[in-house]
């Protein structure tokens, strides 16, 4: 192997370099096998004087056709083109430049030159002292183009084919040089390990390469690589190091965009409790001054003990509630959740991340995630009898007013859905927290509605908990089964109406609230009030607008709408065709008393639409409880015949006045004769007495 090893760098392997010429019969050796191979042909491969590498490179050299004996002269590039590749590498040059400085100050009075050539090949930076050159003027230019095939063997076509450092003395350059000097060089690759450009020393000096065997310039040759070297080396360091800034830099931004666009308070501390970093919600939550100066988190906490908590804490904490303390003295809630950094060596909390957000909103979003969902609005109420189109009218009208609203109607009447249905159209956005009275024992009806502090009484929970009223604010509180109430709270909850102020259990801190109370009850309230079991003065604060629903028995043909809507809704979510409900059955429907109201009527098509098979709903899919007791009209003909259409049960005020009118005009027609009233109603006899009797008529 004719190259010796100078530098085992990590990255690159070991250098390319020539021979150290130990001894002076080699250095001749060299100058030989240059000789033979120009003028005699002989392959300097066969040489042990030259590198492999080298002896190649004479090779191609020479089949490029370029002239040994014409002196050493690049090409140059066209100036604009040479302004533009500068321009394009600035940042790499300035990087090269800001190297080269310090060293020129401690160089050496003899003459050197570092050069910079770009991945190409281009001499795109120059500089250097030639003192003790002849001519004082060197023969490289910035712009030169260094390219095996133009000018033969020089050091940047070997350093960047072969990827490691170089060094070249004079006689090897393939074309003549005129010079005496040492030429040194190595990349400068980019984290990818692409080749940014070579870094090239030049040592001049004439005595090195006429008597290179001594030891003195062997060691300046040795140092001269391992200068370069190090100096690329420390270029690709910095060039490392600046990504890295810029990355960080450009991290740094996006989390100031990031924290900017984020709707919650972010606000970062060091193990200080010094705010580091903090958003403009955060400010706003902390009422800090957009210029004003950060100081330090436990200013804010009316419990200063608290600081520990956020940034001792190795773990993430989430929400809890904390107290902030304005310098005014005014105090405010919100919500808390923190996450320590930690240093990665010790492991120690060296920064916390908080996110703030202010209990109100806190719990306005969590009421509508998991409060009720106020599903329905008017539309969806179904009910074209003259009854519900008041009832309807009446409650729209309500719902735009901001007082508290009553429901009153027996069980499934549907008043839940009017309490939605006037939420919706109040305040869509806001929350809509419902609260069943009956369903709950006294206790827990107390903390549900108005909230505790943490370890208010035996297992409450640590960190308290809003009640329903917090989370009903700005919104919509449905009290259902207002009538179940117990009475003891009845009296805090008119206290919260009147002052629009809630405590938490085991507080001491009333908070302002805003809510519309929708109150429902199947019960007479009248009758509760006299038993003192429900409070007049609540009562008169919630019934300021009363809205009775009616009973489903009172709502005429909107019970056949009401059953086939449940049928088609039953049967699309199950998949099965839609049957359709006889017209007898239709009687047997709309004669029923329907004690369960809406829910019952439901439950019962879907009790005929599991029945069916037919595509058609006979008497026998229906619940028997329907059927039993017989219809007042045997057949839809005798509606019609007695008179009576679909349009005149929807204006009937009820079924009874209906029956009754209809038994009526049956008489009428049998010329008061009972028996053939009956027959003409297709009921028995007995049936007709128990009617007329029920309906008080004279016969
Ligand atoms: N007019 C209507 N149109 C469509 N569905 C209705 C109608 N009325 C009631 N419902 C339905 O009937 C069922 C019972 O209604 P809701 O729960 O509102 O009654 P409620 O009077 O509040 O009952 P409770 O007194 O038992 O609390 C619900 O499934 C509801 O969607």
């Known amino acids: 192997m004719a190259f010796r090893i100078f530098i085992q760098d990590e990255k690159m392997g070991p250098a390319l370099a020539v021979k150290s010429y130990c001894s002076e019969a080699e250095w001749h ?3 030989k096998a240059k000789e033979d191979f120009l003028v005699r042909d002989i392959d300097p491969r066969l040489s042990t004087c030259v590198s492999q590498e080298l002896a190649e490179s004479w090779i191609r050299s020479r089949d490029y056709g370029v002239n040994p004996n014409k002196m050493f002269s690049p090409l140059t590039l066209p100036q604009d083109e040479l302004e533009n590749l500068i321009n394009t590498n600035k940042q790499l040059i300035d990087i090269v430049k800001s190297h080269i400085m310090p060293f020129c100050q401690l160089a050496s009075p003899s003459g050197y030159e570092i050069a910079f050539h770009d991945r190409n090949g281009i001499l795109i930076f120059l500089d250097g002292i030639s003192k003790s050159l002849e001519h004082k003027k060197s023969k490289y230019k910035v712009g030169m183009v260094f390219q095996e095939e133009t000018i033969g063997t020089n050091i940047f076509s070997l350093c960047k084919r072969y990827a490691k450092p170089v060094q070249l003395l004079a006689p090897e350059v393939y074309a003549t040089t005129g010079e005496f000097d040492i030429v040194s060089a190595a990349n400068i690759m980019n984290e990818d390990g692409d ?4 870094l090239v020393y030049r040592q001049i000096n004439q005595q090195l390469t006429e008597k290179p065997w001594l030891k003195d310039y062997q060691d300046i040759r040795l140092q001269t690589l391992g200068f370069i070297t ?5 270029i690709e360091a910095q060039l490392k190091l600046r990504k890295s800034y810029f990355n960080l830099e450009t991290s740094h931004k996006m989390l100031e965009a990031m924290l900017h666009f984020f709707g919650e308070g972010i606000v970062i501390i060091d193990s200080n409790g010094d705010i580091i970093k903090i958003n403009s919600e955060g400010k706003r939550i902390l009422r800090v001054g ?12 009316s419990d200063k003990s608290r600081q520990i908590d956020l940034i001792g804490n190795n773990n993430f904490v989430d929400y809890y509630e904390e107290i902030l303390q304005f310098p005014n ?7 808390i959740s923190s996450y320590p950094i930690k240093n990665q060596i010790s492991n120690q909390v060296e920064a916390s991340v908080l996110r703030l957000a202010e209990t109100k909103k806190f719990n306005a ?12 609005n008017f539309q969806d109420i179904i009910g074209e009898s003259k009854t519900m189109q008041r009832v309807k009218l009446m409650a729209n009208r309500f719902a735009v007013s901001t007082e508290n609203v009553l429901l009153l109607g027996e069980n499934g009447t549907g008043k839940e859905l009017f309490a939605q249905s006037i939420h919706n159209k109040y305040r869509p956005n806001q929350p809509f927290v419902a609260l069943n009275c009956a369903a709950f024992p006294r206790n827990l009806i107390e903390s549900e509605l108005f909230g505790y502090e943490g370890g208010a009484f035996t297992g409450a929970e640590r960190t308290g908990r809003p009640g329903k009223i917090e989370l009903a604010n700005k919104g919509t509180l449905f009290l259902d089964e207002i009538g179940d109430m117990p009475y003891e709270i009845q009296a805090i909850l008119l206290r919260v109406l009147q002052d629009k102020q809630v405590m938490r259990i085991g507080g001491h801190r009333s908070q302002p609230v805003g809510f519309r109370v929708i109150a429902s009850t199947n019960q ?3 009758r509760i009030i006299k038993d003192k079991q429900f409070r007049e003065d609540l009562y008169y604060r919630l019934s300021i607008l009363t809205i009775e629903i009616p009973p489903l028995r ?4 909107d019970i056949i709408r009401l059953a086939n809507y449940f049928i088609k809704n039953y049967s699309c979510r199950m998949g099965w065709p839609i049957p359709v409900i006889r017209d007898e059955v239709q009687e047997y429907i709309l004669a029923y008393h329907w004690p369960g109201n809406v829910r019952q009527l439901e439950n019962a098509m879907i009790y005929a639409c599991n029945m069916t098979e037919g595509g058609y709903i006979d008497l026998s899919h229906l619940p028997i409880e329907i059927t039993e007791n017989g219809t007042p009209f045997s057949s839809n003909s005798r509606l019609v015949q007695a008179g009576r259409t679909e349009q005149d049960i929807d204006g009937a005020d009820s079924l009874k006045e209906l029956e009754k009118k209809m038994l009526q005009n049956f008489l009428d027609k049998a010329d008061s004769n009972i028996v053939k009233a009956a027959k003409l109603m297709g009921i028995s006899r007995s049936t007709m007495y128990r009617k007329l009797k029920k309906y008080q008529i004279n016969y």
């Open 29 to 31: 050796g060299l100058l």
């Open 195 to 198: 080749l940014l450009g070579v």
């Open 230 to 234: 190090a100096m690329a080396q420390s």
């Open 290 to 301: 957009e210029n004003e100066p950060e100081t330090n988190i436990s200013q804010y906490l």
């Open 329 to 335: 003295n005014s105090t405010q809630s919100i919500m």
């Open 365 to 376: 979003m969590a009421a509508k995630r998991v409060g009720t969902i106020a599903r329905f």
């Open 524 to 526: 007479d309230l009248h």
């Open 554 to 557: 009172e709502r005429g043909y």
